[in-house]
C-alpha cells in the first residue's frame, strides 16, 4: 500500500478512537467521508490484479459492535459488476440503547434481580439496505490486506418490545410480600416496589413498529490469501432516522434519530 494510503488509513483510525471517547457522532460521520474521499483518490493502480479471477458472487455472515452499547447480527449479498465495483445488499438486527440506561438494583433486597429504572421498552432496529462497495487496494497473490470502501442505505423498521418487572406485593400487616410481573409504569412503580428485571421476552406481542430510513459508510479489511474465503473486519459508522421519536425512558427526552460507529466481523464465500 502507497505510503499517502497509510497515512490516511492512520488518520481515519486515530479520528474513529476520538469518535469512539468523546461521541461526537455528526462531526465524526463528516471527517468519515473526507477520508473517505481521500483513499478513494489515492487508491491503487489496477496493475496488481494479474493472475487474479473474478467471481461474480458473494455473501457473508457478520456480528457487529456498536457505541450505543450493544449488538448485532447481519446477512451480506453482493454482485460483482466488474473487480473494482459491486453491488451489495444487506439485512441486519440489532439493539439499541439509550444513553441513560443505567442498571440498579433495589437496596432492601439483597438477591434482587438488576434493572434500568425508567426503561419503557426495548428497542432493536431491522435493516434492509443495498448500496455499493468500492476496492481501494487490491491483497497481492500471495494475500495480505485488500481494502475496500462501503456505502449502504434503505429501511429501517424500529421495535418498541414493553418492558416487564418484577413488583412487590404486599400480602399483609407481617411484612409478607409476594413477586408479581407488571408492564412497567413510571407513574405507578418506584424504585422501593420494583423487585428486578422482568422476562425478557414477556412483552414480545405487544411490540410496536416504527418505520424510518438509514445510511451506511465505513471501511472494509479482508485478510488472507485465498480469495473464495472471506474473512473482514469492517469499520464505520451509520445513522437511522424515524418519523417519530422512539419512547425508550421515562423523564428523558427520547429521539428520532440515532448514529453510532461500527465495528463488525464479516465471513463467507465468493463463487461465480
Not at 469518535?19 to 483518490?41: D, E
Not at 444487506?90 to 440506561?101: A, D, R, T, V, Y
Not at 425508567?118 to 439496505?129: D, P, V
Amino acid at each position: 500500500m502507497p505510503m499517502t494510503n497509510l497515512f490516511w488509513l492512520w488518520a481515519f483510525f486515530v479520528h474513529l478512537w476520538f469518535s469512539f471517547r468523546y461521541m461526537k457522532m455528526i462531526k465524526s460521520l463528516l471527517i468519515s467521508v473526507l477520508f473517505l474521499a481521500q483513499l478513494v483518490a489515492s487508491a491503487q493502480s489496477p496493475t496488481n490484479l494479474e493472475n487474479k479471477i473474478l467471481y461474480r458472487k458473494e455473501w457473508t455472515l457478520d456480528i457487529l459492535l456498536h457505541s450505543n452499547s450493544s449488538w448485532g447480527i447481519g446477512y451480506r449479498r453482493g454482485t460483482h459488476k466488474t473487480y473494482f465495483r459491486h453491488k451489495m445488499y444487506e439485512i441486519e438486527l440489532m439493539g439499541m440503547k439509550h444513553p441513560k440506561e443505567i442498571k440498579t438494583q433495589n437496596p432492601i433486597f439483597t438477591n434482587a434481580r438488576k434493572y434500568v429504572y425508567g426503561k419503557l421498552n426495548s428497542f432493536y432496529i431491522l435493516h434492509g439496505g443495498i448500496g455499493m462497495q468500492r476496492l481501494l487496494n487490491t491483497k497481492p497473490y500471495w494475500g495480505g490486506v485488500e481494502v475496500k470502501y462501503i456505502l449502504m442505505g434503505g429501511f429501517s423498521l424500529g421495535m418498541t418490545i414493553p418492558n416487564y418487572i418484577y413488583v412487590i406485593k404486599s400480602v399483609d400487616n407481617m411484612g409478607n410480600y409476594k413477586i408479581e410481573t407488571e408492564r412497567y409504569n413510571p407513574d405507578v412503580h418506584l424504585q422501593d416496589n420494583i423487585y428486578g428485571n422482568g422476562p425478557v421476552l414477556k412483552g414480545i406481542w405487544e411490540t410496536s413498529f416504527h418505520p424510518g430510513v438509514y445510511a451506511k459508510a465505513g471501511l472494509n479489511f479482508e485478510f488472507g490469501g485465498i480469495d473464495q474465503t472471506i474473512w473482514a473486519l469492517e469499520i464505520g459508522g451509520f445513522v437511522d432516522g424515524y418519523l417519530t421519536e422512539i419512547p425508550i425512558m421515562a423523564y428523558n427526552t427520547n429521539q428520532r434519530l440515532f448514529t453510532s460507529l461500527y465495528l463488525s466481523l464479516h465471513f463467507g464465500k465468493r463463487k461465480n
